[in-house]
C-alpha cells in the first residue's frame, strides 16, 4: 500500500523556519518525481514545489522561491521541504505528493498533511 | 500562468441526481486535465486524468470529458460518498502547476 506520511509542522513565529518531512512506503520512491502542495485554512490547492527523480530538476511556485527548499534522499525514502523567512500566508497544510511515472505525471497519490501556522 | 476557473463554487443536489462540474482553462491545456476528489479527514485522491481516463479504482459513475479549454467532470448518480470538494488541474504547461479553485457538491 502506498503510504506519505508528513511530519514537522508546527506553530512558528513570523521569520522562522521549519522543516517538512515525508516517509514514503509501499513504493519504489527512486522511481517517481514528488511535489509539494498546501492548502490555506478553507481555501483551494496551491501547488509549490516540484523534484525531479534524481533532484536534477526542480521548480517553485514564484510565492515561495528563494525562501523554500525542496530536497529527497531516495535511500531513505524521503521528502523534505526546508522554510525559511517564513509569513502568515503561508500557513497551510502541506501535503507531499507522488507523481504518477506516465507522462504528464499527474498527482496519483496524497499524504494527509502536516499543518504550519505561521503567527506571532 | 493558466488559470483554471471552476463553477459552480458549490452545486446543491441530492443523491441519486446527476452532478456537473465545469472547469474552463486560461489558455489551451490539451487534454493533460486532471480531476481531484477532497473529503475532510482524508487524502486527496485522483479521479480523471488526460481529461477522460478514470484512475485505478475510480467507480464508473464517474466521467470526464473535453480538451483545449473547457471541460467537465460529470457525476451519473451521486452517492452518499461523493460529496465532496471537486478540483481540476492542467499538466500542459508548467511551472506552475496550476488548479482551480474547486466546487463543493453539498446535499441538497
Known amino acids: 500500500e502506498v503510504q506519505l506520511v508528513e511530519s514537522g509542522g508546527g506553530l512558528v513565529q513570523p521569520g522562522g523556519s521549519l522543516r517538512l518531512s515525508c516517509a514514503a512506503s509501499g513504493f519504489t520512491f527512486s522511481s517517481h518525481s514528488m511535489n509539494w502542495v498546501r492548502q490555506a485554512p478553507g481555501k483551494g490547492l496551491e501547488w509549490i514545489s516540484y523534484t525531479s527523480i534524481t533532484s536534477a530538476i526542480i521548480y517553485y511556485a514564484d510565492s515561495v522561491r528563494g525562501r523554500f527548499t525542496i530536497s529527497r534522499d531516495n535511500a531513505k525514502n524521503s521528502l523534505y521541504l526546508q522554510m525559511n523567512s517564513l509569513r502568515a500566508e503561508d500557513t497551510a497544510l502541506y501535503f507531499c505528493?507522488?507523481?504518477?511515472?506516465?507522462?504528464?505525471?499527474?498527482?496519483?497519490?496524497w499524504g494527509q498533511g502536516t499543518l504550519v501556522t505561521v503567527s506571532s | 500562468e493558466i488559470v483554471l476557473t471552476q463553477s459552480p463554487a458549490t452545486l446543491s443536489l441530492s443523491p441519486g441526481e446527476r452532478a456537473t462540474l465545469s472547469c474552463r482553462a486560461s489558455?489551451?491545456?490539451?487534454?493533460?486535465l486532471a480531476w481531484y476528489q477532497q473529503k475532510p479527514g482524508q487524502a486527496l485522491r485522483l479521479l480523471i486524468y488526460d481529461a477522460s481516463k478514470r484512475a485505478t479504482g475510480i467507480p464508473a459513475r464517474f466521467s470526464g470529458s473535453g480538451s483545449g479549454t473547457d471541460f467537465t467532470l460529470t457525476i451519473s448518480s451521486l452517492e452518499p460518498e461523493d460529496f465532496a470538494v471537486y478540483y481540476c488541474q492542467q499538466r500542459n504547461n508548467w511551472p506552475p502547476l496550476t488548479f482551480g479553485g474547486g466546487t463543493k457538491v453539498e446535499i441538497k
Open positions: 505528493v507522488r507523481d504518477s511515472t506516465q507522462w504528464p505525471y499527474y498527482f496519483d497519490y
Open positions: 489558455q489551451t491545456v490539451s487534454s493533460y
